[in-house]
């Protein structure tokens, strides 16, 4: 018989890098950055919407903000427009609040076949979940140490 022997990881690495063609990483970043950052106009423009146009005081504003980013994302996401933006975008749509939503969105999308309770409300959060867990727990690491600090 033949014996197929497994190449050590080091001899993997170099396989994949030398078939892996080089990203242009300077483009990437760029990009990234401008879509992080029309992103944020977005945000901006709700802002100025909600508070010149529909007269809503700063407090309700700052909700309604974030809460629109969600929905146009989730949205986005339902039509299947998030993820043709993200394949260009990368980061830029990742790392905001909509790249969160896009997290919790798409498994709910994936998984709605299998049940409303086994299948979207058990993978809803598959991707996000640990976002969430460790988030939480980074924030009550940071302020204990910010409580402390101040004693």
Not at 1 to 30: A, W
Not at 72 to 80: E, F, H, P, V
């Amino acid at each position: 018989g033949v014996v197929f022997m497994r190449p050590t990881n080091k001899e993997y690495s170099k396989t994949v890098k030398k078939k892996s063609p080089p990203s242009p990483k300077l483009k990437d970043m760029l990009w990234a950055f401008c879509v992080g950052g029309f992103i944020c106009v977005i945000g901006q423009l709700l802002n100025e919407l909600y508070t010149s146009v529909c007269g809503l005081n700063e407090e309700i504003v700052k909700m309604l903000v974030p809460t629109s980013l969600i929905f146009l994302s989730a949205l986005l996401t339902g039509l299947k427009l998030f993820d043709k933006i993200a394949k260009h975008a990368g980061a830029g749509t990742l790392v905001p609040i909509t790249g969160f939503a896009n997290a919790v969105v798409s498994p709910a999308i994936e998984f709605k076949s299998e049940g409303w309770v086994l299948g979207l409300g058990a993978k809803m959060f598959v991707i996000a979940g640990p976002v969430i867990v460790y988030g939480t727990l980074a924030s009550v690491v940071y302020g204990l140490i910010y409580w402390i600090i101040k004693m």
